[in-house]
């Protein structure tokens, strides 16, 4: 990976054996595998050890969970939280496990509607909750530092999985609590 990132150096115009640029290529494979660790993580894995059987039947919330991914069409950050929330049905999972599950896919290159989309999916055949929601909105760099440069603009997306989709009310009621 340094022999490319050396090239691209140098397609850039620079000189990539330069003071400032000797460690870049070693820096930046390093930053790229931090940032992509997802790949060598599964869902699974993250929540095995932290499910417990529990009588209880209210929704669960986690918000403001904080997400950080790379734009897959332009390598750029995204950043933005996460709101989960999900009603168990006789398990729970431990609270931090929610956020390390949006870790899970979010260190990936990604699309954000695929993350919303994967971090519902995981939790749902985990869990097997009555019912499961995520929204993310985040900021998204390729929108912000080329193209349309619109600085405060964020993107908003959902995966409503169970009764979270079906139910009217429940939808509500995680709507509510999660962008308060």
Same mark, same amino acid.
């Given at each position: ?38 790949? !060598? +993580? ?7 050890? $932290?499910?417990?059987?529990?009588? @209880?039947?209210? &929704?669960? =919330? ?10 897959? !069409? @332009? ?7 996460? !709101? ?8 729970? =999972? ?7 599950? $949006? ?27 009555? *019912?499961? *929601? =995520?929204?993310?909105?985040?900021? !998204?760099?390729?929108? &912000? ?13 959902? %995966?409503?999985?169970?009764?979270? +989709? ?8 995680? +709507?509510?609590?999660?962008? %308060?």
């Amino acid at each position: 990976m340094q022999d490319a990132i050396k090239k691209i150096l140098e397609e850039l115009g620079e000189n990539p054996t330069r003071n400032g640029l000797k460690e870049t290529p070693r820096r930046v494979e390093e930053s790229l595998r931090f940032l992509t660790q997802g790949y !060598h +993580l599964s869902a699974e894995e993250v929540i095995a050890d $932290a499910l417990f059987e529990e009588d @209880h039947n209210e &929704m669960i =919330v986690v918000k403001d969970i904080e997400i950080y991914s790379l734009c897959e !069409h @332009h390598l750029l950050p995204f950043v933005g939280k996460a !709101h989960v929330g999900y009603i168990p049905n006789g398990r729970i =999972v431990g609270l931090s496990k929610i956020a390390r599950v $949006a870790d899970v896919f979010a260190r990936r290159l990604q699309l954000q509607e695929r993350l919303t989309k994967e971090i519902a999916d995981a939790l749902q055949k985990s869990l097997r909750p009555l *019912g499961v *929601g =995520v929204i993310i909105e985040a900021e !998204h760099f390729c929108m &912000m530092m080329r193209g349309v440069e619109k600085q405060n603009s964020k993107a908003m997306t959902s %995966a409503m999985r169970g009764s979270f +989709l079906d139910d009217e009310k429940t939808r509500q009621e995680f +709507l509510r609590l999660a962008v %308060a």
